[in-house]
T-cell receptor, first 114, second 113 residues
Framework: KAGVTQTPRYLIKTRGQQVTLSCSPI?????VSWYQQTPGQGLQFLFE???????NKGNFPGRFSGRQFSNSRSEMNVSTLELGDSALYLC?????????????FGEGSRLTVL | DAKTTQPPSMDCAEGRAANLPCNHS???????VYWYRQIHSQGPQYIIH???NNETNEMASLIITEDRKSSTLILPHATLRDTAVYYC??????????????FGTGTSLTVIP
């Protein structure tokens, strides 16, 4: 079974630009969550999508948005990029109904904002 | 979700048991204890979870105190590949609050040859 796939793995943008990151969950997983990881703030929850609906949202500004498609694939978008948005963005999928609530993470997309 | 406290770093000799403590004194009755780890430059990996009873799987054992205010993750025979940051997370099950996890700063475990 293929794992969680994130694209692109690395990207460089400049301040003011926008970026779109993609995540393909494990087949059969309908919950997709996004996390931001920086050296200063650690791993922080961005949002979670389930059945094309945002189910939970972390404490991030409105520049951070996401969506989920009918095939459970998800994208997140960051508009008007700031230097502080440089981070590793991690996507995780989960099998709904699992008591464990186990998250399966991808390798991440490393964004550098210049 | 209840707050957790973990030591920032620990060392363990290769082949010995690694015991990683976690304090969660404000845990409520319905909150589970989860452990994840993150090897450098990779996404976090699920290790184990529990509610009240001690749990064991192929990776580790989880010991939860009777009052549930603390727990210990045990890696029985640590290898160099176990060098990672270990996160202890306390949260309600997914059917209550969804799948968001709040990771703290974790414990950086270094396994020494």
């Amino acid at each position: 079974k293929a794992g969680v796939t994130q694209t692109p793995r690395y990207l460089i943008k400049t301040r003011g630009q926008q970026v779109t990151l993609s995540c393909s969950p494990i087949s059969g997983h309908r919950s997709v969550s996004w996390y931001q990881q920086t050296p200063g703030q650690g791993l922080q929850f961005l949002f979670e999508y389930f059945s094309e609906t945002q189910r939970n949202k972390g404490n991030f500004p409105g520049r951070f948005s996401g969506r989920q498609f009918s095939n459970s694939r998800s994208e997140m978008n960051v508009s008007t990029l700031e230097l502080g948005d440089s981070a590793l963005y991690l996507c995780a999928s989960s099998l709904e109904g699992s008591v464990a609530g186990e998250l399966f993470f991808g390798e991440g997309s490393r964004l550098t904002v210049l | 979700d209840a707050k957790t406290t973990q030591p920032p770093s620990m060392d363990c000799a290769e082949g010995r048991a690694a015991n990683l403590p976690c304090n969660h004194s404000t845990i409520s009755g319905n909150e589970y204890v989860y452990w994840y780890r993150q090897i450098h430059s990779q996404g976090p990996q699920y290790i184990i979870h529990g509610l009240k009873n001690n749990e064991t799987n192929e990776m580790a054992s989880l010991i939860i105190t009777e009052d549930r205010k603390s727990s210990t993750l045990i890696l029985p025979h640590a290898t160099l590949r176990d060098t990672a940051v270990y996160y202890c997370i306390v949260r309600y099950p997914p059917e209550v609050t969804g799948n968001q996890f709040y990771f703290g700063t974790g414990t950086s475990l270094t396994v020494i040859p």
